[in-house]
């Protein structure tokens, strides 16, 4: 079965603090897509980055931060120094092909990040 | 700027009257997404649209209906809506159905039923 865990529901930080944000998944493909979208109040779901099964290099940009590592199934989301413009709903997504040109997303459940001032 | 653009934001209806959703692109992708997503749940595919080509999740309610009368269109048209329709329904594009490629979303319409 396909499925993306995020057990994280909420989390609180403080400006300025790091944070980071737990996803593992589960898949039997071989080949597989995982993505983070992050969805501020206004509700658009925002592309954060894509990461393929093949590349477990990690990724960084700017403040924010990603680890992939298929031996534990997980693809964790640091944010540096967090901001309150930061506080979103984050949701980590697993992409596979269900077959000729059918592409289906499965997000987790999403985790509430809230940034104090 | 190229995006996904859904009109309007927020939408009021009364139990059991008809009511569409828009949503437009000008991304000039080929493949076009309706999700809904109800408080503090993720996104849950309805159907999608690879360029003419329909396909209807398996627990998509018949209430649910789409039309894509060209590429850069889609609506959602719920024929008898019940409270329990009340979400956001969110539209999404990505260039082709391939797994590799990103879906981008448009800011979503938020549909109250009373």
């Known amino acids: 079965a396909q499925k993306v865990t995020q057990a994280q529901t909420e989390i609180s930080v403080v400006e300025k603090e790091d944070v980071t944000l737990d996803c593992v998944y589960e898949t039997r493909d071989t080949t597989y897509y995982l993505f983070w979208y992050k969805q501020p109040p206004s509700g658009e779901l925002v592309f954060l980055i894509r990461r393929n099964s093949f590349d477990e290099q990690n990724e960084i940009s700017g403040r924010y931060s990603w680890n992939f590592q298929k031996s534990t199934s997980s693809f964790n989301f640091t944010i540096t120094a967090s901001q309150v413009v930061d506080s979103a709903v984050y949701f980590c997504a697993l992409s596979r092909n269900y077959g000729g040109a059918t592409n289906k997303l499965i997000f987790g459940t999403g985790t509430l990040l809230a940034v104090q001032p | 700027d190229a995006m996904v653009i859904q009109n309007p934001r927020y939408q009021v209806t009364q139990f059991g009257k008809p009511v569409t959703l828009s949503c437009s692109q000008t991304l000039n992708h080929n493949v076009m997404y309706w999700y809904q997503q109800k408080s503090s749940q993720a996104p849950k595919l309805l159907f999608h649209?690879?360029?003419?080509?329909?396909?209807n999740e398996a627990d998509t309610p018949d209430n649910f209906q789409s039309r894509r009368p060209n590429t850069s269109f889609c609506f959602l048209d719920i024929r008898s809506p019940g409270l329990g329709d009340a979400a956001m329904y969110l539209c999404a594009t990505s260039r082709a159905s391939g797994y590799s490629y990103e879906q981008y979303f448009g800011p979503g319409t938020r549909l109250t039923v009373t």
């Open positions: 649209y690879y360029d003419k080509d329909f396909n």
